[in-house]
Protein backbone atom coordinates (compact mmCIF):
# COMPACT_ATOMS: atom_id res chain seq x y z
CA UNK A 1 0.00 0.00 0.00
CA UNK A 2 1.67 3.40 -1.18
CA UNK A 3 1.51 5.98 1.23
CA UNK A 4 1.27 9.66 -0.36
CA UNK A 5 3.07 11.85 1.03
CA UNK A 6 1.74 15.13 1.33
CA UNK A 7 4.09 18.50 -0.19
CA UNK A 8 3.66 21.57 1.90
CA UNK A 9 3.84 24.66 -0.46
CA UNK A 10 6.46 27.06 2.02
CA UNK A 11 5.32 30.46 0.79
CA UNK A 12 8.70 32.97 1.10
CA UNK A 13 7.99 36.10 2.96
CA UNK A 14 7.85 39.05 0.42
CA UNK A 15 11.22 41.13 0.74
CA UNK A 16 10.33 44.18 1.97
CA UNK A 17 10.39 47.10 -0.73
CA UNK A 18 12.73 49.73 -0.13
CA UNK A 19 11.62 53.61 -0.09
CA UNK A 20 12.21 54.85 -3.48
CA UNK A 21 14.34 57.86 -2.04
CA UNK A 22 16.13 55.71 0.76
CA UNK A 23 19.52 55.43 0.72
CA UNK A 24 20.03 51.75 0.48
CA UNK A 25 17.55 52.21 -2.63
CA UNK A 26 19.32 54.90 -4.19
CA UNK A 27 22.89 52.89 -3.95
CA UNK A 28 20.96 49.85 -5.60
CA UNK A 29 19.74 52.22 -8.44
CA UNK A 30 22.55 54.13 -8.72
CA UNK A 31 24.49 50.33 -9.37
CA UNK A 32 22.45 49.03 -11.83
CA UNK A 33 22.49 52.54 -14.19
CA UNK A 34 26.38 52.12 -13.42
CA UNK A 35 27.14 48.70 -13.97
CA UNK A 36 29.85 48.85 -16.48
CA UNK A 37 31.92 50.53 -13.55
CA UNK A 38 31.61 48.14 -11.10
CA UNK A 39 30.25 50.13 -8.48
CA UNK A 40 31.20 49.29 -5.05
CA UNK A 41 29.76 52.56 -3.15
CA UNK A 42 29.23 55.66 -4.30
CA UNK A 43 32.31 57.41 -2.58
CA UNK A 44 35.23 54.52 -4.17
CA UNK A 45 33.87 53.97 -7.55
CA UNK A 46 32.16 57.13 -8.87
CA UNK A 47 33.45 61.05 -8.74
CA UNK A 48 31.71 63.04 -6.56
CA UNK A 49 29.46 65.72 -8.70
CA UNK A 50 29.72 67.89 -5.42
CA UNK A 51 30.56 68.96 -2.01
CA UNK A 52 27.87 66.75 -0.69
CA UNK A 53 26.99 62.71 -0.97
CA UNK A 54 23.48 63.61 -0.70
CA UNK A 55 23.28 65.87 -3.68
CA UNK A 56 25.50 63.22 -5.52
CA UNK A 57 23.79 60.25 -4.77
CA UNK A 58 20.32 62.08 -6.38
CA UNK A 59 22.60 63.62 -9.20
CA UNK A 60 23.76 60.08 -9.87
CA UNK A 61 20.45 58.38 -10.03
CA UNK A 62 18.56 61.21 -12.55
CA UNK A 63 22.05 61.18 -14.69
CA UNK A 64 21.93 57.68 -14.71
CA UNK A 65 18.57 57.12 -15.98
CA UNK A 66 19.15 60.62 -18.47
CA UNK A 67 21.96 58.29 -20.08
CA UNK A 68 19.92 54.89 -20.28
CA UNK A 69 16.80 56.90 -22.07
CA UNK A 70 18.52 59.35 -24.36
CA UNK A 71 21.99 58.23 -24.91
CA UNK A 72 22.51 54.67 -24.65
CA UNK A 73 19.43 53.68 -27.05
CA UNK A 74 21.08 55.52 -30.04
CA UNK A 75 24.89 55.24 -29.15
CA UNK A 76 26.25 51.71 -30.98
CA UNK A 77 29.98 51.89 -29.32
CA UNK A 78 30.60 50.23 -26.51
CA UNK A 79 28.98 51.55 -23.69
CA UNK A 80 30.90 50.79 -21.15
CA UNK A 81 33.67 53.23 -22.08
CA UNK A 82 31.03 56.05 -23.05
CA UNK A 83 29.53 55.61 -19.78
CA UNK A 84 32.82 56.20 -17.98
CA UNK A 85 33.62 58.82 -20.32
CA UNK A 86 30.24 60.63 -19.89
CA UNK A 87 30.51 60.35 -15.93
CA UNK A 88 34.47 61.76 -16.39
CA UNK A 89 32.72 64.59 -18.05
CA UNK A 90 29.68 65.29 -16.29
CA UNK A 91 31.47 65.18 -12.53
CA UNK A 92 33.84 68.15 -14.20
CA UNK A 93 30.27 70.16 -15.36
CA UNK A 94 29.01 69.52 -11.89
CA UNK A 95 32.22 70.82 -9.76
CA UNK A 96 32.22 73.74 -12.05
CA UNK A 97 29.20 74.86 -11.75
CA UNK A 98 29.57 74.57 -8.22
CA UNK A 99 32.74 76.96 -8.11
CA UNK A 100 31.15 79.22 -10.42
CA UNK A 101 28.14 79.68 -7.88
CA UNK A 102 30.38 79.91 -4.82
CA UNK A 103 32.38 82.75 -7.19
CA UNK A 104 29.50 85.20 -6.19
CA UNK A 105 26.72 86.03 -4.12
CA UNK A 106 23.93 83.85 -4.12
CA UNK A 107 21.48 86.14 -1.61
CA UNK A 108 22.56 89.10 -3.55
CA UNK A 109 21.06 87.91 -6.60
CA UNK A 110 18.05 86.56 -4.34
CA UNK A 111 17.36 89.67 -2.63
CA UNK A 112 18.26 92.06 -5.36
CA UNK A 113 18.82 91.45 -8.84
CA UNK A 114 16.25 89.36 -9.26
CA UNK A 115 13.75 92.08 -7.35
CA UNK A 116 14.65 94.55 -9.33
CA UNK A 117 14.06 92.70 -12.99
CA UNK A 118 10.38 91.69 -11.13
CA UNK A 119 10.13 95.21 -10.00
CA UNK A 120 10.50 96.94 -13.63
CA UNK A 121 8.55 94.41 -15.20
CA UNK A 122 5.69 94.90 -12.69
CA UNK A 123 6.09 98.76 -13.36
CA UNK A 124 5.56 98.00 -16.96
CA UNK A 125 2.75 96.00 -16.59
CA UNK A 126 0.92 98.73 -14.58
CA UNK A 127 2.37 101.11 -17.06
CA UNK A 128 0.30 99.50 -19.89
CA UNK A 129 -2.79 99.36 -18.11
CA UNK A 130 -2.32 102.44 -17.84
CA UNK A 131 -2.04 104.12 -21.15
CA UNK A 132 -4.16 100.87 -23.09
CA UNK A 133 -6.67 102.92 -25.37
CA UNK A 134 -5.53 105.87 -24.13
CA UNK A 135 -3.86 108.30 -27.30
CA UNK A 136 -0.24 107.77 -25.41
CA UNK A 137 -0.88 103.84 -26.74
CA UNK A 138 1.09 103.28 -29.56
CA UNK A 139 0.28 99.39 -29.97
CA UNK A 140 -2.19 97.99 -32.43
CA UNK A 141 -3.89 95.86 -29.88
CA UNK A 142 -6.91 96.62 -27.55
CA UNK A 143 -5.27 94.79 -24.39
CA UNK A 144 -2.75 95.92 -22.04
CA UNK A 145 -0.32 92.60 -22.89
CA UNK A 146 -0.18 94.09 -26.52
CA UNK A 147 0.89 97.39 -25.32
CA UNK A 148 3.47 95.04 -22.75
CA UNK A 149 5.36 94.03 -26.14
CA UNK A 150 5.65 97.40 -27.74
CA UNK A 151 7.46 98.24 -25.19
CA UNK A 152 9.49 94.58 -25.07
CA UNK A 153 13.30 95.72 -25.51
CA UNK A 154 14.43 91.56 -25.15
CA UNK A 155 16.61 91.05 -28.28
CA UNK A 156 15.17 87.31 -28.17
CA UNK A 157 10.94 88.39 -28.61
CA UNK A 158 11.32 89.34 -31.78
CA UNK A 159 9.92 85.70 -33.73
CA UNK A 160 10.19 82.44 -32.37
CA UNK A 161 13.04 81.72 -35.10
CA UNK A 162 15.04 84.83 -33.18
CA UNK A 163 13.89 83.35 -30.21
CA UNK A 164 15.43 79.76 -31.01
CA UNK A 165 18.83 81.03 -32.36
CA UNK A 166 19.44 83.30 -29.11
CA UNK A 167 18.94 79.89 -27.19
CA UNK A 168 21.46 78.34 -29.74
CA UNK A 169 24.06 81.03 -29.64
CA UNK A 170 23.79 80.76 -25.51
CA UNK A 171 24.33 76.87 -25.76
CA UNK A 172 27.11 77.11 -28.31
CA UNK A 173 28.97 79.72 -25.94
CA UNK A 174 28.27 77.84 -22.65
CA UNK A 175 28.99 74.44 -23.68
CA UNK A 176 32.76 74.94 -23.83
CA UNK A 177 32.68 77.24 -20.69
CA UNK A 178 31.30 74.33 -19.07
CA UNK A 179 33.71 71.03 -20.59
CA UNK A 180 36.39 69.96 -19.83
CA UNK A 181 39.81 71.48 -21.98
CA UNK A 182 40.65 67.88 -23.76
CA UNK A 183 36.98 67.47 -24.83
CA UNK A 184 36.77 71.06 -26.64
CA UNK A 185 37.13 69.53 -29.56
CA UNK A 186 35.53 66.83 -28.91
CA UNK A 187 32.11 66.51 -31.39
CA UNK A 188 30.43 63.99 -29.67
CA UNK A 189 30.64 65.47 -25.93
CA UNK A 190 29.12 68.51 -27.62
CA UNK A 191 26.51 67.00 -29.17
CA UNK A 192 25.54 65.06 -25.93
CA UNK A 193 25.78 68.32 -23.75
CA UNK A 194 24.59 70.83 -26.14
CA UNK A 195 21.31 68.98 -26.65
CA UNK A 196 20.58 68.58 -23.00
CA UNK A 197 21.51 72.04 -22.20
CA UNK A 198 19.34 73.71 -25.06
CA UNK A 199 16.95 70.60 -26.39
CA UNK A 200 16.03 69.75 -22.61
CA UNK A 201 17.14 72.83 -20.44
CA UNK A 202 16.64 75.89 -22.00
CA UNK A 203 14.17 75.53 -24.59
CA UNK A 204 11.45 73.71 -22.15
CA UNK A 205 12.61 76.22 -19.45
CA UNK A 206 11.34 78.85 -21.45
CA UNK A 207 8.19 77.97 -22.73
CA UNK A 208 7.21 76.01 -19.96
CA UNK A 209 7.68 78.36 -16.83
CA UNK A 210 5.97 81.18 -19.38
CA UNK A 211 2.80 79.70 -18.90
CA UNK A 212 0.52 80.81 -16.67
CA UNK A 213 -1.00 77.90 -15.24
CA UNK A 214 3.10 76.79 -14.74
CA UNK A 215 3.33 79.89 -12.77
CA UNK A 216 0.50 79.07 -10.50
CA UNK A 217 1.63 75.56 -9.88
CA UNK A 218 4.96 77.05 -8.63
CA UNK A 219 3.28 79.23 -6.90
CA UNK A 220 0.74 76.86 -5.26
CA UNK A 221 3.64 73.87 -4.70
CA UNK A 222 5.35 76.90 -2.67
CA UNK A 223 2.35 77.37 -0.88
CA UNK A 224 2.04 73.68 0.16
CA UNK A 225 5.47 73.56 1.18
CA UNK A 226 4.90 76.67 3.83
CA UNK A 227 1.58 74.58 4.79
CA UNK A 228 2.98 71.75 5.56
CA UNK A 229 6.11 73.21 7.25
CA UNK A 230 3.42 74.63 9.67
CA UNK A 231 1.35 71.54 10.21
CA UNK A 232 4.94 69.34 10.97
CA UNK A 233 6.01 72.42 13.36
CA UNK A 234 2.48 72.71 15.46
CA UNK A 235 2.77 68.58 15.83
CA UNK A 236 6.39 68.60 16.90
CA UNK A 237 5.50 71.04 19.40
CA UNK A 238 1.38 70.70 20.60
CA UNK A 239 1.75 72.79 23.37
CA UNK A 240 3.78 75.74 22.41
CA UNK A 241 1.38 78.19 22.81
CA UNK A 242 -1.02 76.88 25.38
CA UNK A 243 1.24 78.13 28.63
CA UNK A 244 3.30 81.21 28.01
CA UNK A 245 5.82 80.55 30.71
CA UNK A 246 5.79 76.93 30.09
CA UNK A 247 9.13 74.92 30.31
CA UNK A 248 8.70 74.35 26.88
CA UNK A 249 7.92 77.92 25.85
CA UNK A 250 10.84 79.13 27.68
CA UNK A 251 13.38 75.99 26.08
CA UNK A 252 11.71 77.59 22.50
CA UNK A 253 12.38 81.28 23.53
CA UNK A 254 16.27 79.65 24.52
CA UNK A 255 16.21 78.30 21.08
CA UNK A 256 14.99 81.38 18.92
CA UNK A 257 17.35 83.81 20.93
CA UNK A 258 20.52 81.33 20.62
CA UNK A 259 19.57 81.28 16.42
CA UNK A 260 18.98 84.92 15.94
CA UNK A 261 22.46 85.47 17.61
CA UNK A 262 24.22 83.05 16.10
CA UNK A 263 22.31 84.13 12.60
CA UNK A 264 23.16 87.87 12.86
CA UNK A 265 27.07 87.57 14.33
CA UNK A 266 28.24 84.77 12.06
CA UNK A 267 28.70 85.67 8.66
CA UNK A 268 27.63 83.80 5.72
CA UNK A 269 28.83 86.04 2.73
CA UNK A 270 32.51 86.65 0.31
CA UNK A 271 32.54 90.68 1.32
CA UNK A 272 31.51 93.49 3.69
CA UNK A 273 28.04 94.56 2.98
CA UNK A 274 28.02 98.30 2.78
CA UNK A 275 24.70 100.56 3.20
CA UNK A 276 21.24 99.84 4.42
CA UNK A 277 19.27 96.20 4.63
CA UNK A 278 16.00 98.42 2.87
CA UNK A 279 18.21 99.07 -0.21
CA UNK A 280 17.83 95.37 -1.23
CA UNK A 281 15.04 95.36 -4.16
CA UNK A 282 12.61 93.13 -2.43
CA UNK A 283 11.55 95.73 -0.23
CA UNK A 284 10.70 98.47 -3.06
CA UNK A 285 8.97 95.48 -4.91
CA UNK A 286 6.97 94.17 -1.95
CA UNK A 287 5.50 97.81 -1.25
CA UNK A 288 4.46 98.46 -4.71
CA UNK A 289 2.93 94.85 -5.07
CA UNK A 290 1.15 95.54 -1.88
CA UNK A 291 0.66 99.37 -1.66
CA UNK A 292 2.19 98.78 1.72
CA UNK A 293 2.94 102.29 1.93
CA UNK A 294 -0.76 103.63 1.40
CA UNK A 295 -2.35 101.42 3.76
CA UNK A 296 0.29 101.88 6.81
CA UNK A 297 2.56 105.13 5.95
CA UNK A 298 2.81 106.05 9.77
CA UNK A 299 4.53 102.53 10.32
CA UNK A 300 6.80 102.36 7.17
CA UNK A 301 7.54 105.76 8.07
CA UNK A 302 8.98 104.67 11.19
CA UNK A 303 10.39 101.94 9.79
CA UNK A 304 12.40 103.99 7.00
CA UNK A 305 13.29 106.57 9.88
CA UNK A 306 14.99 103.61 12.27
CA UNK A 307 17.25 102.58 9.62
CA UNK A 308 18.43 105.99 8.72
CA UNK A 309 19.67 105.89 12.41
CA UNK A 310 21.61 102.15 12.30
CA UNK A 311 25.13 101.80 12.26
CA UNK A 312 27.43 99.77 9.98
CA UNK A 313 27.39 97.26 12.57
CA UNK A 314 23.77 97.16 12.84
CA UNK A 315 23.09 97.26 9.19
CA UNK A 316 25.67 94.26 9.37
CA UNK A 317 24.02 92.36 11.64
CA UNK A 318 20.87 92.55 9.60
CA UNK A 319 22.23 91.68 6.78
CA UNK A 320 23.79 88.40 8.26
CA UNK A 321 20.25 88.10 9.88
CA UNK A 322 18.64 87.75 6.62
CA UNK A 323 21.21 86.05 4.32
CA UNK A 324 21.51 83.27 7.03
CA UNK A 325 17.82 82.13 7.37
CA UNK A 326 17.82 82.38 3.75
CA UNK A 327 20.78 79.92 3.28
CA UNK A 328 18.69 78.13 6.12
CA UNK A 329 15.41 77.90 4.21
CA UNK A 330 16.41 77.10 0.40
CA UNK A 331 19.99 77.67 0.52
CA UNK A 332 21.35 73.94 1.67
CA UNK A 333 21.66 70.52 0.74
CA UNK A 334 18.30 69.17 2.16
CA UNK A 335 16.26 71.66 -0.49
CA UNK A 336 18.94 70.87 -3.41
CA UNK A 337 18.69 66.94 -3.14
CA UNK A 338 14.64 67.14 -2.82
CA UNK A 339 14.30 69.71 -5.75
CA UNK A 340 16.83 67.04 -8.07
CA UNK A 341 14.48 63.84 -6.46
CA UNK A 342 11.08 66.16 -7.61
CA UNK A 343 12.39 66.39 -11.12
CA UNK A 344 13.61 62.31 -10.89
CA UNK A 345 10.21 61.26 -9.51
CA UNK A 346 8.21 63.09 -11.93
CA UNK A 347 10.11 62.17 -15.60
CA UNK A 348 10.60 58.37 -14.39
CA UNK A 349 8.14 57.06 -11.58
CA UNK A 350 9.36 53.72 -11.72
CA UNK A 351 12.92 54.58 -12.43
CA UNK A 352 13.19 53.05 -15.46
CA UNK A 353 11.59 54.62 -18.37
CA UNK A 354 10.98 58.19 -19.46
CA UNK A 355 7.23 59.30 -18.67
CA UNK A 356 6.02 62.32 -19.18
CA UNK A 357 3.07 62.56 -17.42
CA UNK A 358 0.18 63.80 -19.45
CA UNK A 359 -0.42 66.63 -17.20
CA UNK A 360 -4.11 68.79 -17.68
CA UNK A 361 -3.54 71.85 -19.11
CA UNK A 362 -6.45 74.43 -19.36
CA UNK A 363 -7.30 75.75 -22.92
CA UNK A 364 -10.56 77.53 -22.23
CA UNK A 365 -11.45 80.54 -20.35
CA UNK A 366 -13.65 78.73 -18.01
CA UNK A 367 -10.50 76.36 -17.05
CA UNK A 368 -8.04 78.99 -16.75
CA UNK A 369 -10.21 80.83 -14.40
CA UNK A 370 -10.72 77.57 -12.60
CA UNK A 371 -6.94 76.27 -12.54
CA UNK A 372 -6.03 80.24 -11.22
CA UNK A 373 -9.26 79.82 -8.08
CA UNK A 374 -7.35 76.97 -6.89
CA UNK A 375 -3.98 78.74 -7.03
CA UNK A 376 -5.81 81.74 -4.99
CA UNK A 377 -7.42 79.34 -2.47
CA UNK A 378 -4.16 77.86 -1.99
CA UNK A 379 -2.87 81.52 -1.62
CA UNK A 380 -5.56 82.94 0.86
CA UNK A 381 -5.25 78.93 3.04
CA UNK A 382 -1.32 80.02 3.29
CA UNK A 383 -2.24 83.58 4.56
CA UNK A 384 -4.48 82.92 7.09
CA UNK A 385 -1.46 80.59 9.01
CA UNK A 386 -0.97 81.56 12.36
CA UNK A 387 2.50 82.47 11.11
CA UNK A 388 1.23 85.24 8.86
CA UNK A 389 -1.29 86.52 10.99
CA UNK A 390 0.83 89.49 11.82
CA UNK A 391 1.19 90.51 7.80
CA UNK A 392 -2.51 89.11 6.72
CA UNK A 393 -4.38 92.63 7.08
CA UNK A 394 -1.46 93.86 4.50
CA UNK A 395 -2.50 91.46 1.55
CA UNK A 396 -6.23 91.65 0.52
CA UNK A 397 -8.22 89.28 -1.46
CA UNK A 398 -8.21 92.29 -5.04
CA UNK A 399 -3.69 91.98 -3.91
CA UNK A 400 -3.86 88.02 -4.29
CA UNK A 401 -6.19 88.66 -8.19
CA UNK A 402 -3.81 91.87 -9.50
CA UNK A 403 -0.85 89.30 -8.85
CA UNK A 404 -2.13 86.13 -10.19
CA UNK A 405 -3.53 88.29 -13.05
CA UNK A 406 -0.20 89.71 -13.97
CA UNK A 407 0.83 85.96 -15.26
CA UNK A 408 -1.81 85.54 -17.74
CA UNK A 409 -0.62 86.35 -20.55
CA UNK A 410 2.37 84.37 -21.65
CA UNK A 411 4.25 86.74 -24.22
CA UNK A 412 4.37 89.13 -21.22
CA UNK A 413 5.50 86.31 -18.95
CA UNK A 414 8.35 85.08 -21.37
CA UNK A 415 9.60 88.70 -21.40
CA UNK A 416 10.19 88.20 -17.45
CA UNK A 417 11.39 84.49 -17.86
CA UNK A 418 13.93 85.73 -20.51
CA UNK A 419 15.32 88.46 -18.40
CA UNK A 420 15.85 86.24 -15.34
CA UNK A 421 17.98 83.71 -17.46
CA UNK A 422 19.79 85.62 -18.76
CA UNK A 423 20.82 87.37 -15.10
CA UNK A 424 21.25 83.77 -13.98
CA UNK A 425 23.58 82.80 -17.12
CA UNK A 426 25.11 86.42 -16.58
CA UNK A 427 26.49 85.39 -12.91
CA UNK A 428 27.64 82.09 -13.68
CA UNK A 429 29.06 82.98 -16.72
CA UNK A 430 30.64 86.16 -16.88
CA UNK A 431 32.95 85.87 -19.85
CA UNK A 432 29.01 86.06 -21.93
CA UNK A 433 29.71 89.91 -20.76
CA UNK A 434 33.34 89.95 -21.71
CA UNK A 435 34.06 87.80 -24.74
CA UNK A 436 32.23 87.78 -27.79
CA UNK A 437 30.36 84.34 -29.34
CA UNK A 438 33.29 83.90 -32.08
CA UNK A 439 36.38 84.64 -29.02
CA UNK A 440 34.63 82.08 -26.99
CA UNK A 441 34.45 79.14 -29.68
CA UNK A 442 37.84 80.34 -30.60
CA UNK A 443 38.86 79.57 -26.74
CA UNK A 444 41.10 83.02 -27.03
CA UNK A 445 39.49 83.68 -23.40
CA UNK A 446 42.46 84.84 -20.96
CA UNK A 447 42.27 82.85 -17.82
Not at 213 to 237: A, S, T
Not at 387 to 393: D, E, M, P
Request: glycine share 4%.
Amino acid sequence: METKVKKIRVVKPKAKQLDKNSPEYLDSLIKSLFRGRQVGSLQDQLPALTTSTDVDKQLYALIGLLFKNFIFNWYPGDQSELTHELVGITAHVTRNLQQRINSFEVYEMLLDDTFTILNLHLEKIKYSKKVTTSRFDKSSGDSWADTFKVMSTHPALVDPRTQARYLEIITDCITPLLLPYDEWDSTVAKDIFGNILNGILLKNCVENLSEAYMIWDIIELGCKVIIEKQENNKEQEPNRYNSFFSTQWISNAIRSLSHFAAYSTSVNVKRDYQGSLTNYAIFPFLNKLLEVESKIPLFVGIVKLSFTFLTDRGNKLLHNLATNLLAKSILNDAFISNGIKTIRNMYFPGDTVFIREQKFIPQTDTEIEEYRQKCRAMVLKTLSLDSLKHVRFLVTETDVDNFLNSFLNKDVNKELVMNLLDLILGKLFPELMEYTENEIKAHSMVH
